[in-house]
């Protein structure tokens, strides 16, 4: 339940509100020049008089715009010109104030936990809650204001560009300031901070403006977001353990995507799509090098992708010819077979229980690093004077994979093929009806999606250097799935942070991993509740999930309406 | 145009349709009258390709439609405006439209259908962007049979498109049906609002538990005693 402050104690209490909560963000703010904490453990050292941490400054980010949110409307709406009506600017200081007092929660905790005790916690730190405990306090008593509309400022083509770029650099700074922390509270702290920045921004309405630049700008859009995860290597410095953590993503991001085509456009459940994967990581494993494997034939690794990504959609042609004449529950339930069987499969071609094909559950081990015309992936380069370690070479690889996965994506998306899965999606026997072709539509993504990800496969074997069946199991097909589900079904974005999230948060923190299975959990039936879409909603989809609360919010408006114009026939219909 | 002979559908063991023979013309609005579950959406279905018949044969312009798959039927020129009408409720009435025509690849041909379907139904044209799931059963009805009609068929087979409507939105409904048997459509009209859809029509099949007991005219089906008793409630 929320809390529901009612109107009038909004408009009474609007001025000490307001002062108050100038109060706690100038508290915050002079907080970080005090020490947080007593031993030098503790996050990334807190222990300084005047000389604030890394993270200290960082988390003052939070209450300076907190600050200039309370402080910008005292100017006078005059002055402020359009601004004032443009920007949400009580609504998005509540946020700050809130988001602000999780970070300090967050961090406090952290420093108490990493020492051994809340006696470990000094003054700053007590400060910065105190600040924060009043501004969270206090600020929910100001007026709310109306949706931002920040979409509508007109800004010239150079200025979205700007914004674009301005972005994306912040996010690959951002992205790699994160991934340099080791210890699980820094990490927590620097995350929470990132999200509740991310809030504010929104709330703001800094995305919307973005959406717009993006629409228009579209070009730029793509290429500055390839630009810049193509330079994310540089600002790691050899770090191999971070770049091995980023090719993790990308390959399960792009077995993600096109399991996305699978769940997300075409409405079919596939629980053992990791097979699809596995079966293009036994097949480039089987045409390496390796001495484990008694294939003669080594391909080029060009020729062994399209190998790998055509034996993954021969599967899935196999798989699916048959059932895909079932729906729902049933396909559910045989490509959960499905997965199933592909594993013990690939434990029997150990040359005793069938032919000698994948050396058993020990796998292919030892296979080879790639090598493009001389280019071996399993060295180290330096470009720049950056070391560029083995894993980069393999994150640039799978750029680029994942790169042509995503163009394989939308054209799919936008095409005549596209709409014909939607509609099946919606309803198939009206699809049917309409003269699409539902079973080879079905069929299609089926073997498209397991196509890809029998690509992302190929490279993966070389990326893991040993194949081996256990790899396979239920469990990962679920992981996709809920990378899926939890970013967006049906969009690019969504699952690319979703994947993003899933394969980061066991990596860096450890603790985690062993509850993984647990919070995971948690999380996926926490997002059913309250945002069933996914954190990037699909348009369409959006709609699916909020339809009821459409109909509930147009006949509320009906009734208000009529109530309107029995109470006040003369001031004419009533419009919201 | 449409020849269907000693037709015989089952749902498992159990006969829906058994064993039922009739035509439909070139420019006929032909009618097709039962209560629930006298096979009459089965037949439909069975024409569109959407169920396999047991036995019996289906021809249209001479040549055989049965076992020819659903996308198949649709590009020969036969399309159905389902029972209950199953919009894509979350997409625009345009898209709706354009799903209409998915097998049709004449672009500018589409554009000009969709207009033509906005000429017909005012309010869809005021509406094109909105989800199909917003409007009201009517206008849905309404979206239903322009969307049938994008395909640009040679038979238009429509299941009980009344169903719950108000008299004044069946009326309308069938006032449209009407003025597409003016502009020369093929209509095959499944019904249970047996006066409405009686007098529009050239023919009449009475269907009763999967077999034809009754077939004539619509003006003589009307003054059938027999009819009237059973299916507009005379003494």
Not at chain 1, 204 to 211: H, I, P, S
Not at chain 1, 500 to 525: A, M, Q
Not at chain 2, 14 to 33: D, H, N, R, Y
Not at chain 2, 84 to 112: H, I
């Amino acid at each position: 339940m929320r809390v529901v402050i009612p109107d009038e104690f909004k408009i009474r209490f609007r001025y000490p509100a307001r002062a108050l909560g100038l109060l706690g963000a100038v508290l915050m703010i002079v907080s970080i020049f005090l020490p947080w904490a007593y031993g030098h453990d503790a996050l990334d050292d807190m222990t300084f008089w005047g000389a604030p941490s890394p993270l200290q400054l960082f988390f003052v980010v939070l209450p300076v715009l907190l600050g200039l949110l309370l402080a910008i409307p005292l100017v006078g709406k005059q002055r402020l010109g359009a601004l004032a009506r443009m920007v949400a600017w009580n609504t998005t200081a509540k946020t700050a104030a809130l988001a602000s007092l999780v970070v300090v929660v967050i961090a406090t905790a952290s420093i108490a936990i990493e020492l051994g005790g809340l006696v470990n916690v000094d003054p700053g730190a007590w400060v910065a809650l105190l600040g924060g405990l009043v501004a969270a306090g206090s600020t929910p008593f100001l007026p709310d204001s109306p949706e931002p509309t920040l979409d509508r400022l007109k800004s010239p083509a150079w200025v979205q560009i700007l914004g674009i770029v301005a972005v994306m650099a912040a996010a690959l700074f951002l992205a790699a300031q994160a991934l340099s922390y080791n210890d699980a509270g820094s990490f927590i702290t620097f995350a929470a901070l990132l999200v509740g920045l991310v809030l504010v921004l929104r709330q703001f309405g800094v995305f919307d403006w973005l959406r717009v630049a993006g629409r228009s700008n579209n070009r730029v859009l793509v290429l500055s977001a390839f630009v810049v995860a193509f330079l994310f290597p540089f600002t790691q410095d050899g770090k191999d353990a971070n770049m091995s953590i980023a090719a993790q993503v990308l390959i399960f991001a792009s077995a993600a995507l096109g399991l996305n085509i699978v769940v997300g456009l075409a409405g079919l459940l596939d629980l053992g799509y990791i097979a699809f994967l596995g079966a293009g990581a036994f097949t480039a494993a089987v045409l390496s090098e390796s001495a484990y494997s008694h294939v003669n034939w080594h391909p080029p690794f060009i020729v062994t992708v399209i190998i790998a990504g055509t034996v993954s959609s021969v599967l899935g042609l196999i798989i699916g010819a048959p059932t895909l004449r079932v729906s729902g529950d049933y396909l559910a339930i045989v490509t959960l077979g499905f997965g199933e069987i592909f594993r013990l499969t690939m434990i029997n071609l150990d040359g005793n229980d069938g032919p000698y094909v994948t050396n058993g559950s020990n796998g292919i081990s030892n296979i080879p690093d790639l090598n493009f015309f001389g280019f071996d992936f399993g060295k180290a380069h330096t470009i720049l004077g950056v070391d560029i370690g083995r894993f980069a070479n393999y994150y640039w690889l799978m750029l680029l994979v994942i790169g042509l996965v995503i163009l394989v994506f939308t054209n799919l998306n936008h095409s005549r093929i596209g709409r014909g899965w939607v509609a099946i999606r919606e309803d198939e026997l009206a699809a049917e009806a309409m003269g699409v072709n539902t079973f080879a539509l079905k069929l299609l993504a089926f073997a498209g999606g397991a196509f890809l990800a029998g690509v992302a496969g190929a490279v993966k074997a070389h990326h893991d250097v040993s194949v081996t069946p256990d790899q396979y199991v239920f469990l990962e097909s679920a992981f996709l799935l809920a990378a899926v589900v939890l970013g967006g079904m049906g969009t690019v974005m969504g699952v690319l942070i979703g994947a993003t999230i899933l394969k980061l948060l066991p990596e860096k923190l450890r603790f985690f991993s062993d509850y993984r299975l647990l919070l995971f959990g948690l999380l996926l039936v926490v997002m059913m509740r309250f945002r069933p879409e996914g954190m990037i909603a699909e348009e369409r989809r959006q709609l699916e999930f909020h339809a009821e609360d459409e109909e509930l919010a147009e006949e509320v408006q009906e009734e208000l309406a009529l109530y309107h114009d029995h109470l006040h026939p003369e001031r004419g219909s009533f419009e919201l | 145009m449409l020849e269907v002979k000693d037709l015989v559908v089952a749902y498992g063991r159990i006969q829906a349709v058994k064993g039922i023979s009739f035509t439909v013309e070139q420019g006929q609005v032909v009618t097709m009258l039962g209560t629930n579950g006298a096979g009459k959406s089965t037949t439909l279905r069975t024409i569109s390709g959407l169920l396999t018949p047991v036995s019996g044969e289906i021809w249209f312009e001479g040549k055989r439609l049965d076992g020819v798959p659903p996308h198949k039927i649709v590009e020969r020129g036969i399309a159905q405006s389902p029972e209950g009408r199953r919009l894509f409720r979350q997409m625009t009435v345009e898209e709706n439209l354009r799903l209409g025509a998915y097998t049709r690849k004449d672009t500018a041909g589409v554009k000009e259908d969709i207009d033509r379907v906005y000429d017909m139904f005012e309010v869809l044209g005021e509406r094109r962007n909105e989800k199909a799931g917003l409007f009201s059963g009517g206008e849905q009805q309404m979206l239903a049979i322009g969307r049938a009609l994008m395909s640009r068929p040679k038979l238009l087979m429509l299941d009980e498109p009344s169903m719950g409507l108000s008299p004044i939105m069946t009326q309308k409904v069938m006032a449209t049906i009407a003025d597409l048997q003016s502009q020369g459509t093929t209509i095959l009209l499944v019904e249970q609002n047996a006066q409405a859809a009686l007098s529009l029509a050239d023919r009449g099949y009475v269907l009763e538990v999967g077999r034809i007991t009754f077939s004539d005219t619509g003006k003589a089906l009307l003054g059938d005693d027999r009819v009237r008793k059973a299916y507009l409630g005379a003494d």
